[in-house]
């Protein structure tokens, strides 16, 4: 590992329509490494109403028209391969693809030397991703992938068979006209070889914003700045952890073991007398990734029960799992007795007595 210098690291970002946000994006890059290299990648029709120069706003920051529709399916890996690049024509070390809802809160500390891309590990057909908010790269990794031809690869219009391959939610994606930055990059990795490294400095999550993000230098997503809003948004995450955890006091008897949804949280699993553990998880540990459809998610709920888990618990703080993993939800209602249910605190299930 090395400690970067901002004139060797490059950022890469794909811009639509988002100017304010942009803006406030770069802001935040330039503050971290005021020395980098930033490039807007703008999409011609998405920004159609806004003047190509006005990108830049006056911060040093190179911006480009691309070919209209870069996500498209028909275009296959285009989009990443305009990313990779974009970095290498200049001398950068290091690539950073980010997107407009990711916030660079400080110069991360140590980038690795070896060949690799690395940001947050994904779980999920057809195989491990990086979480598509934040991509980083060695530069050999990225001359690699970019001279591989597999990016402008044919294969990857059949993306039933490449990079969507026995994930419903790809498929479902791919079927309504679109790619996806994380899959179709790891695709192509997992064929050149290279690997993908989780850094513990960058939090890339899917859908909702970490519950920590001051204790990394790269968070995602984050549609606010507004850094009052986000501590308050901790506090009630605190404050419905508190609550969860006197619920599980009440309701999960001393000696019992249970599942929490818990996003890592160690505060959701600190339950005096009983075991409880992060869900889902790898070796007892926060897998640091949500599943990728609602057959994962069940996969992984009758994991747990096989394993030891007798109750099953969601804070309010996730409940959104059930309007997403409607098939997780649909499984509980069938199979599982609740236990105790709390607005403002959350949800928990018996995973020993039926519904």
Known sequence: MKTPRGFDVCFTMSVVDELELVRARVARIRKAYPAARVVLLVDPVGSSTVPPNAWAGGQHVEARLTPPGLYAVA????????????????????????????????????????????????????GPSLQGGCIAGTRAAVERLATSGLLVSPQLRDFAATWAKG???????ARAGLVSFDFVHAWACRKLGIALRDHPEICS????????????????PHKSLDEDHEQRVAAERARVAERVVALMRERVPPGASAAVVSKGDERLTAVGGRSVRHFPAVDGMYAGFHPSDSEH???????????????FVIPATALWWLDYYTGLAHHL????????SEEGTGAIWSLGEPS
């Open 75 to 126: 275009r296959g890996g285009q989009v990443v391969q305009e990313h990779t690049a974009s970095f290498l024509e200049g001398d950068a070390r290091w690539w950073f693809k980010v997107d407009p809802d990711t916030v660079v809160r400080r110069a991360l500390a140590r980038l690795p030397r070896e060949e690799c891309f690395f940001g947050t590990l994904q779980g999920g057909a057809p």
């Open 167 to 173: 994930n419903p939610n790809l498929l479902e994606r």
């Open 205 to 220: 999550e899917w859908r909702q914003p970490p519950t920590h993000p001051d204790r990394f230098a790269v968070t995602h």
């Open 297 to 311: 998610a069940v996969s992984l709920l009758e994991f747990e029960r096989a394993h030891g888990a007798e109750y």
């Open 333 to 340: 209602e069938r199979r599982y007795r609740v236990v105790a």
